[in-house]
C-alpha cells in the first residue's frame, strides 16, 4: 500500500454506533496478518518537515516496531531521502496479493470516514471516535494522539467536525496487476537510491510475475476491473495514453473489441526522455550519473535477489466489468525512468471528446487559463464550451470543488489561483468566454459549487461546515470517469512533480438514458456513479424510484435549472442568513473574512435550516476578489501552489 498520510490506529469497520471493538482497528488487522505470513509493504512520502508533518517516521517505527517478532514482519519505506523538497507522493491504493487493488483519493487518516449524510456533530461518539472526530480548524492530531486514538482531541459537545468526501475505485484482474507493477516499480527505485535500504536484505527488490523488466512499463494487455463505487452489474475500454514534451497532444483511444492497459505504452521515450534531461531538480534514475548507472545494472542483473509477487488467480466477479486503464503521473525522482503524465492526458481527451456534460469533483481547480500554470483542463474546457456556443448547443460544465481546510493567509495564493484559472484575470474561463461572446450567459455553461451540511448541539445552537470534497473526479457525458489520487493542478497533473495514481474507465454495458432531453447512450458504470452522486449530494433517497428519474437528465433545462442550480442557490441563501462568518460572494478581503469569524449564528433564522435540500451550495465566485497576493514574494517556489 501507498499513501500521502498514513495514521494506522485508525478504526476500518465496527461504525455506525457499534461497540468500539480493537480487532476492527487498521494496525491490529495489520499486525494479525503480519503474524499470519502476510507480507506487508508500505511506501511512505519522507514529508518536508520544514512546511508540514505527516508523521511518516513515527508510522514506520510504529508499525515495525509492532510486528517486529511477527511471522512476517512489516516493511516500511519512506521517500525520498533529500529531495526534491517543494513534492510529494501523492498516490493512495492498497495492492492485496497481485489481484485486487483499491485505488482514488482516500488516505488511510484521521477524519476520512464518512457516510452520505456527512454529519456535522457527533456528540456521544457514535460514529467518529477519538482522533477521528475531524475539527482541523481546532486541532489535529499528531503523533502522541495516534498512540492513544480512543481519547478526544477536541470538546465535541461544543465543536463541530468537518465532514469528508471522497471516492476510493476496487480494481480486479490486469489493471490491479498495473497497480501492482506501479508499487513493485516505485519500491524498487526508493530501495536503489536512498542509501538507508540499499543493499539491506529487509528492503529485497520486488517483482510482479509476468513483468520482466523493472525499468518498462507493460506492454497493452486485457484488463478487466471491477467498482464498488456503485451498485452492482457488468463494463470496457481501450486506452492506450501519449503525451508529448509540451502537453499538447491529446490521448487517442482506438475503440476496439479487444481492451488494453498498461500505463504509458505509447509515450515517446526520446521526447520524454528530453524533457527529463530538462528537469534539474530531479533525481536522477536512468544514468545521469554513475551511481545510477551502477544501481541499473545490479537491478538487471540480481533480478533471482527480488521477492516475486504471486500471479493473480481468478477471481468471482462483482460490481460491474468494465475495461478501465491505470494512469498515473510519475518520474524519475518519483519512482520511473522517464516523465508519465497520463492523467492529464486522460482528462483533456475526455473533454475534447465531451458532446453534452462534463462533471468534475476535485479539491483544487488551478489551470493553465491563470498565469503561471501549464496543464491544459482550462484551455480544453474553454474551446470545447466556445464549440457548443457556435453550434447553439446545450452544453453542461459542473464544477465541484471545496475552499482549504485551514482559510489561513497562507493559503490565499491557492485560492486566489483557482479564482484566476475560472473567472478572475482576462485568460480565465468565464472571461475568455465573455469576450469571445459578450451577449452569452456564460452560467448556462459553467457553473461552480461545493457542498456544505450543518447539525445542533446538545443547547440548541446550530454548527455549520463546508464538506471538505477530496475526491478526484471526472465525469464525461455518463460515459467516461476518471477515478485518481490527482488535484487539479501541476503539481498532480505535470508528471515531474507529484507521483499520482488513477483509473480511467470508458467503455461497457450500455443503456439508454436521456441527455440534453434526447435519448442517449450511456455506460451503465458510469452512469450509475454520476447518479448515485448527485442524489447524495440533492438529498434524494435513491430507494425512491422518482429520485432516478430527477438526476437522469444532468443537461436538460429542467435539471439545471429547476432540480439542481435551484437547490444549490436555496441552500447558499439559508446558510448565508443564518451563519455570518461563512466565505461569501460580499467579503472582499481576507482581514474581512476573519473579522466575521467571531460572530454567531443568527438565532432568528435557524427554522430556515429546515428548508436546506441535500448539500449542493454556490461556490462564492467573488470571495476575496479585492486580495492580490504576489506568488513570487512567497518563500518558497510558486510551483508549490499550482
Same mark, same amino acid.
Given at each position: 500500500?501507498?499513501?500521502?498520510?498514513?495514521?494506522?490506529?485508525?478504526?476500518?469497520?465496527?461504525?455506525?454506533?457499534?461497540?468500539?471493538?480493537?480487532?476492527?482497528?487498521?494496525?491490529?488487522?495489520?499486525?494479525?496478518?503480519?503474524?499470519?505470513?502476510?507480507?506487508?509493504?508500505?511506501?511512505?512520502?519522507?514529508?518536508?518537515?520544514?512546511?508540514?508533518?505527516?508523521?511518516?517516521?513515527?508510522?514506520?517505527?510504529?508499525?515495525?516496531?509492532?510486528?517486529?517478532?511477527?511471522?512476517?514482519?512489516?516493511?516500511?519505506?519512506?521517500?525520498?531521502?533529500?529531495?526534491?523538497?517543494?513534492?510529494?507522493?501523492?498516490?493512495?491504493?492498497?495492492?492485496?496479493?497481485?489481484?485486487?487493488?483499491?485505488?482514488?483519493?482516500?488516505?488511510?487518516?484521521?477524519?476520512?470516514?464518512?457516510?452520505?449524510?456527512?454529519?456535522?456533530?457527533?456528540?456521544?461518539?457514535?460514529?467518529?471516535? #477519538?482522533? *477521528?472526530? $475531524? !475539527?482541523? %480548524?481546532?486541532?489535529?492530531?499528531?503523533?502522541?494522539?495516534?498512540?492513544? +486514538?480512543? @481519547?478526544?482531541?477536541?470538546?465535541?459537545?461544543?465543536?463541530?467536525?468537518?465532514?469528508?468526501?471522497?471516492?476510493?475505485?476496487?480494481?480486479?484482474?490486469?489493471?490491479?496487476?498495473?497497480?501492482?507493477?506501479?508499487?513493485?516499480?516505485?519500491?524498487?527505485?526508493?530501495?536503489?537510491?536512498?542509501?538507508?535500504?540499499? #543493499?539491506? *536484505?529487509? $528492503? !529485497?527488490? %520486488?517483482?510482479?510475475?509476468?513483468?520482466?523488466?523493472?525499468?518498462?512499463? +507493460?506492454? @497493452?494487455?486485457?484488463?478487466?476491473?471491477?467498482?464498488?463505487?456503485?451498485?452492482?452489474?457488468?463494463?470496457?475500454?481501450?486506452?492506450?495514453?501519449?503525451?508529448?514534451?509540451?502537453?499538447?497532444?491529446?490521448?487517442?483511444?482506438?475503440?476496439?473489441?479487444?481492451?488494453?492497459?498498461?500505463?504509458?505504452?505509447?509515450?515517446?521515450?526520446?521526447?520524454?526522455?528530453?524533457?527529463?534531461?530538462?528537469?534539474?531538480?530531479?533525481?536522477?534514475?536512468?544514468?545521469?550519473?554513475?551511481?545510477?548507472?551502477?544501481?541499473?545494472?545490479?537491478?538487471?542483473?540480481?533480478?533471482?535477489?527480488?521477492?516475486?509477487?504471486?500471479?493473480?488467480?481468478?477471481?468471482?466477479?462483482?460490481?460491474?466489468?468494465?475495461?478501465?486503464?491505470?494512469?498515473?503521473?510519475?518520474?524519475?525522482?518519483?519512482?520511473?525512468?522517464?516523465?508519465?503524465?497520463?492523467?492529464?492526458?486522460?482528462?483533456?481527451?475526455?473533454?475534447?471528446?465531451?458532446?453534452?456534460?462534463?462533471?468534475?469533483?476535485?479539491?483544487?481547480?488551478?489551470?493553465?487559463?491563470?498565469?503561471?500554470?501549464?496543464?491544459?483542463?482550462?484551455?480544453?474546457?474553454?474551446?470545447?464550451?466556445?464549440?457548443?456556443?457556435?453550434?447553439?448547443?446545450?452544453?453542461?460544465?459542473?464544477?465541484?470543488?471545496?475552499?482549504?481546510?485551514?482559510?489561513?493567509?497562507?493559503?490565499?495564493?491557492?485560492?486566489?489561483?483557482?479564482?484566476?484559472?475560472?473567472?478572475?484575470?482576462?485568460?480565465?474561463?468565464?472571461?475568455?468566454?465573455?469576450?469571445?461572446?459578450?451577449?452569452?450567459?456564460?452560467?448556462?455553461?459553467?457553473?461552480?459549487?461545493?457542498?456544505?451540511?450543518?447539525?445542533?448541539?446538545?443547547?440548541?445552537?446550530?454548527?455549520?461546515?463546508?464538506?471538505?470534497?477530496?475526491?478526484?473526479?471526472?465525469?464525461?457525458?455518463?460515459?467516461?470517469?476518471?477515478?485518481?489520487?490527482?488535484?487539479?493542478?501541476?503539481?498532480?497533473?505535470?508528471?515531474?512533480?507529484?507521483?499520482?495514481?488513477?483509473?480511467?474507465?470508458?467503455?461497457?454495458?450500455?443503456?439508454?438514458?436521456?441527455?440534453?432531453?434526447?435519448?442517449?447512450?450511456?455506460?451503465?458504470?458510469?452512469?450509475?456513479?454520476?447518479?448515485?452522486?448527485?442524489?447524495?449530494?440533492?438529498?434524494?433517497?435513491?430507494?425512491?424510484?422518482?429520485?432516478?428519474?430527477?438526476?437522469?437528465?444532468?443537461?436538460?433545462?429542467?435539471?439545471?435549472?429547476?432540480?439542481?442550480?435551484?437547490?444549490?442557490?436555496?441552500?447558499?441563501?439559508?446558510?448565508?442568513?443564518?451563519?455570518?462568518?461563512?466565505?461569501?460572494?460580499?467579503?472582499?478581503?481576507?482581514?474581512?473574512?476573519?473579522?466575521?469569524?467571531?460572530?454567531?449564528?443568527?438565532?432568528?433564522?435557524?427554522?430556515?435550516?429546515?428548508?436546506?435540500?441535500?448539500?449542493?451550495?454556490?461556490?462564492?465566485?467573488?470571495?476575496?476578489?479585492?486580495?492580490?497576493?504576489?506568488?513570487?514574494?512567497?518563500?518558497?517556489?510558486?510551483?508549490?501552489?499550482?
Amino acid at each position: 500500500m501507498a499513501f500521502w498520510i498514513f495514521v494506522p490506529t485508525i478504526y476500518v469497520r465496527g461504525r455506525e454506533g457499534g461497540p468500539r471493538d480493537p480487532n476492527d482497528r487498521l494496525d491490529f488487522i495489520l499486525k494479525k496478518k503480519a503474524d499470519e505470513g502476510v507480507k506487508i509493504r508500505i511506501l511512505l512520502w519522507d514529508e518536508t518537515n520544514f512546511a508540514m508533518s505527516n508523521y511518516s517516521k513515527w508510522n514506520k517505527h510504529y508499525l515495525e516496531d509492532l510486528t517486529a517478532d511477527s511471522k512476517e514482519p512489516i516493511v516500511v519505506v519512506r521517500h525520498p531521502q533529500y529531495k526534491p523538497l517543494l513534492f510529494s507522493h501523492h498516490q493512495k491504493f492498497v495492492v492485496i496479493d497481485d489481484k485486487h487493488a483499491y485505488i482514488g483519493g482516500v488516505d488511510f487518516a484521521t477524519g476520512r470516514y464518512d457516510t452520505g449524510k456527512h454529519d456535522v456533530v457527533d456528540p456521544d461518539g457514535k460514529s467518529w471516535w #477519538g482522533i *477521528d472526530f $475531524y !475539527a482541523p %480548524l481546532l486541532k489535529k492530531a499528531t503523533s502522541s494522539d495516534f498512540a492513544k +486514538p480512543d @481519547a478526544d482531541i477536541v470538546d465535541r459537545s461544543k465543536t463541530s467536525r468537518m465532514p469528508w468526501h471522497d471516492i476510493q475505485m476496487y480494481v480486479d484482474g490486469e489493471a490491479a496487476r498495473d497497480a501492482a507493477f506501479n508499487f513493485v516499480q516505485r519500491w524498487n527505485h526508493h530501495v536503489n537510491v536512498a542509501s538507508k535500504y540499499a #543493499g539491506k *536484505d529487509k $528492503y !529485497a527488490l %520486488l517483482q510482479v510475475a509476468g513483468y520482466d523488466e523493472y525499468d518498462k512499463a +507493460p506492454t @497493452a494487455h486485457p484488463a478487466v476491473a471491477h467498482s464498488s463505487a456503485s451498485p452492482t452489474k457488468k463494463g470496457k475500454i481501450d486506452m492506450p495514453v501519449s503525451e508529448k514534451k509540451k502537453r499538447k497532444a491529446e490521448l487517442e483511444l482506438e475503440r476496439e473489441s479487444e481492451s488494453k492497459s498498461g500505463f504509458g505504452a505509447d509515450i515517446d521515450e526520446e521526447d520524454d526522455e528530453e524533457d527529463d534531461r530538462g528537469d534539474d531538480d530531479q533525481e536522477a534514475t536512468d544514468g545521469k550519473s554513475s551511481k545510477s548507472k551502477k544501481q541499473s545494472r545490479r537491478r538487471s542483473d540480481k533480478r533471482k535477489d527480488r521477492e516475486l509477487v504471486s500471479a493473480p488467480r481468478s477471481t468471482k466477479k462483482s460490481g460491474y466489468s468494465v475495461t478501465c486503464q491505470v494512469i498515473r503521473s510519475i518520474s524519475q525522482w518519483s519512482g520511473s525512468t522517464r516523465t508519465e503524465n497520463s492523467i492529464h492526458a486522460a482528462y483533456i481527451n475526455a473533454i475534447n471528446n465531451a458532446e453534452h456534460f462534463v462533471y468534475f469533483e476535485n479539491q483544487f481547480f488551478i489551470s493553465g487559463t491563470a498565469p503561471g500554470v501549464a496543464n491544459g483542463i482550462g484551455q480544453a474546457l474553454v474551446e470545447r464550451i466556445s464549440l457548443a456556443i457556435k453550434n447553439k448547443q446545450k452544453f453542461r460544465v459542473v464544477i465541484l470543488t471545496t475552499q482549504p481546510e485551514d482559510l489561513g493567509p497562507k493559503v490565499v495564493p491557492v485560492v486566489t489561483l483557482q479564482y484566476m484559472t475560472i473567472n478572475r484575470g482576462h485568460g480565465s474561463i468565464c472571461s475568455q468566454l465573455r469576450d469571445r461572446f459578450p451577449g452569452v450567459d456564460v452560467n448556462e455553461y459553467v457553473n461552480v459549487v461545493q457542498l456544505r451540511n450543518h447539525g445542533f448541539f446538545a443547547d440548541g445552537t446550530p454548527a455549520s461546515e463546508q464538506i471538505f470534497v477530496h475526491s478526484k473526479l471526472l465525469i464525461v457525458d455518463d460515459r467516461v470517469c476518471v477515478i485518481a489520487s490527482a488535484n487539479l493542478n501541476d503539481r498532480s497533473f505535470i508528471g515531474n512533480r507529484d507521483s499520482e495514481l488513477g483509473v480511467v474507465v470508458l467503455d461497457g454495458p450500455k443503456s439508454v438514458s436521456k441527455m440534453g432531453g434526447k435519448d442517449f447512450s450511456v455506460n451503465k458504470f458510469v452512469w450509475a456513479l454520476r447518479k448515485q452522486l448527485y442524489m447524495e449530494h440533492l438529498g434524494l433517497d435513491p430507494n425512491d424510484p422518482s429520485s432516478d428519474a430527477q438526476v437522469m437528465d444532468p443537461a436538460s433545462d429542467e435539471f439545471y435549472h429547476g432540480v439542481w442550480l435551484a437547490t444549490a442557490r436555496l441552500n447558499t441563501d439559508i446558510y448565508e442568513s443564518v451563519f455570518p462568518h461563512i466565505a461569501r460572494d460580499t467579503v472582499l478581503t481576507y482581514e474581512d473574512f476573519v473579522a466575521r469569524q467571531a460572530l454567531k449564528p443568527n438565532m432568528a433564522k435557524v427554522e430556515k435550516l429546515k428548508q436546506t435540500k441535500g448539500h449542493w451550495y454556490m461556490f462564492p465566485l467573488q470571495f476575496l476578489a479585492a486580495e492580490t497576493p504576489k506568488l513570487w514574494e512567497t518563500f518558497v517556489d510558486d510551483a508549490v501552489f499550482n
